[in-house]
């Protein structure tokens, strides 16, 4: 089995995959998505030039949990020698785990295209083969490439540059549907998927505004990827996996009301808990579960003001009490008494 045969056989068992968020996807939150149904989740992006010195905080970006199965790697840089070692680095460190290693040429931040990294590499693609060719070259698992439609509108290359990454060793490629200019606005354009399908034999990753499981069910069959990233549909929505898995096979998603929410808000405190992680992170997800509570905009206010384990149990204990005097229709709260 080639690399992207194998690739390919993992998504045909899995197509929704939980995308690599900085600042999101970090351990727990990964637990979390697994446990409704995601097989297949990435790292947080982690720089290759951190990881020729990096602490154990760093490798607590890379490394999965003992309760995870697997993880996907991704690295971002400029230097192809640094992609070299840091794959040494990241297969001995995380073993038997590792399903790919995925190189970043998508991130718009300015402070990283400044560099040279992430998406500023679409704009030099023979760096960007040379950092392929030595990622693949010392790797024992599939190097990915992840990229955008292009740097700007008028680039639109990410079809010329998908096959340019195939050829120099990319097992797979993913494609976000907007440009480094737009960075998270507008809406994503899923006809580059097709695009970059058409140039490439290795599957394609699609990814691009994918905020509920019938959109990832969508995306992957109105379009040619073999795989979809789930992103932003993940926020306070774990159940995204398994109920595209649902619909992806005929049957009927259940609805998620603020009961499920606030059951899967009080897990993913505990996660972050056990992960020893300070507690202020929660900050992050919590307004995400708290979306379409009454009076949401309060309980996010005091929120922001958690700082310890024992703020966010009482947060939520409260919020369970109020939840006693709402009346619910179809998942959505209609009603409360005083
Ligand atoms: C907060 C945040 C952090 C992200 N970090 C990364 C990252 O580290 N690496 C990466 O390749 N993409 C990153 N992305 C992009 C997502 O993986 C995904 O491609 C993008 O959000 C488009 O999907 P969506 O519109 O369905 O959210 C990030 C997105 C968000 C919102």
């Not at 040429?105 to 992430?118: I, L, N, T, Y």
């Not at 606005?185 to 058409?198: R, T």
């Not at 096979?249 to 009080?266: E, S």
């Not at 009346?327 to 709260?333: F, S």
Request: net charge neutral.
């Amino acid at each position: 089995m080639t690399p992207s045969d194998t690739l390919r056989a993992l998504f045909a068992e899995q197509p929704f995959l939980l995308a690599p968020m900085a600042g999101v996807t970090d351990a727990p939150y990964r637990l979390m998505c697994r446990a409704h149904g995601a097989r297949l989740a990435y790292s947080e992006m982690v720089s290759v030039a951190g990881l020729a010195y990096a602490s154990e905080k760093t490798w607590d970006l890379v490394l999965p949990d003992p309760r995870e199965p697997q993880i996907c790697v991704q690295l971002f840089g400029s230097k192809p020698e640094q992609f070299a070692q840091a794959v040494d680095a990241v297969q001995e460190r995380v073993g038997e785990k590792l399903t790919l290693i995925d190189i970043n040429m998508a991130c718009p931040a300015r402070k990283v295209v400044s560099k040279g990294e992430g998406c500023a590499l679409m704009r030099a693609p023979e760096t960007a083969e040379q950092i392929v060719r030595a990622a693949a070259g010392r790797a024992r698992v599939p190097v990915t490439v992840k990229m955008r439609v292009g740097y700007a509108s008028a680039d639109r290359n990410a079809p010329e540059f998908a096959r340019r990454m195939e050829a120099a060793g990319a097992a797979a490629v993913a494609v976000h549907g907007r440009t480094a200019g737009q960075m998270y606005l507008g809406q994503a354009d899923w006809s580059i998927i097709d695009e970059v399908a058409a140039q490439v034999a290795v599957p394609v990753i699609g990814s691009g505004d994918v905020y509920t499981a019938q959109d990832a069910v969508d995306m992957l069959t109105g379009t040619a990827a073999s795989a979809v990233f789930c992103a932003r549909g993940t926020y306070g929505n774990p159940w995204i996996f398994e109920d595209a898995q649902a619909l992806l096979a005929g049957d009927v998603a259940p609805a998620h009301d603020f009961r499920d929410k606030l059951g899967a808000f009080r897990r993913h405190l505990e996660l972050l808990e056990e992960a020893g992680a300070h507690m202020v992170r929660a900050r992050t997800f919590a307004a995400w579960y708290l979306k379409g509570v009454p009076q949401a905009a309060s309980w996010r206010r005091r929120a922001v003001s958690c700082v310890s384990v024992a703020d966010w149990r009482a947060l939520v204990d409260d919020l369970q009490a109020a939840s006693s005097h709402w009346t619910v229709e179809n998942g959505k709260v209609v009603a409360q008494d005083a």
